[in-house]
């Protein structure tokens, strides 16, 4: 349990950033995942209920929750390829309408601008999402 609540901090730090009273986050360095054994007992779900409890309560409660959409879908591994805040091409793959209908020019509105992280939410307010 000891080497649990110690990746628990590292993983805190790692996400939230630094926790000394008057550290910025903004002279954090950026956000790295700390390294996880792969097929491990510890799962994603498992160390977020002890580390960032009211996300991974919103997430097990949203649709990607109740569907068992895997984090590494929207965040990637733990790895390089690990997004704190993944970019619209990661939900382009399973909303490539809703994607398409935000995206001018080349540029697409970041997801999360309007819809609630990890509780993906509907948004308030008329959608820019053109039914089809």
């Known amino acids: 349990m000891r080497t649990r609540s110690a990746f628990a901090v590292l993983l805190a730090a790692a996400l939230v950033g630094p926790a000394l009273p008057g550290a910025s986050a903004a002279a954090a360095p950026p956000a790295r995942h700390p390294e ?3 097929g491990g007992a510890e799962t994603c779900a498992s160390c977020h209920a002890e ?16 569907d068992q959409v895997k984090c590494f879908a929207c965040h990637g591994s733990t790895g390089a390829d690990f997004r704190r805040h993944p970019e619209p091409a990661r939900c382009q793959a399973c909303h490539a309408r ?15 601008a309007c819809h609630p992280s990890h509780a993906l939410l509907p948004a308030k307010g008329k959608s820019p999402h053109v039914k089809k």
Do not use: K, Y
């Not at 580390?51 to 109740?66: I, N």
């Not at 809703?98 to 999360?112: I, L, N, Y």
């Open 51 to 66: 580390v960032t409890p009211a996300a991974a309560r919103a997430w097990r409660e949203s649709r990607h929750g109740l």
């Open 98 to 112: 809703e994607v398409d209908s935000v995206t001018q020019a080349g540029a697409t509105r970041d997801c999360f």
């Open 36 to 38: 996880v054994a792969v």
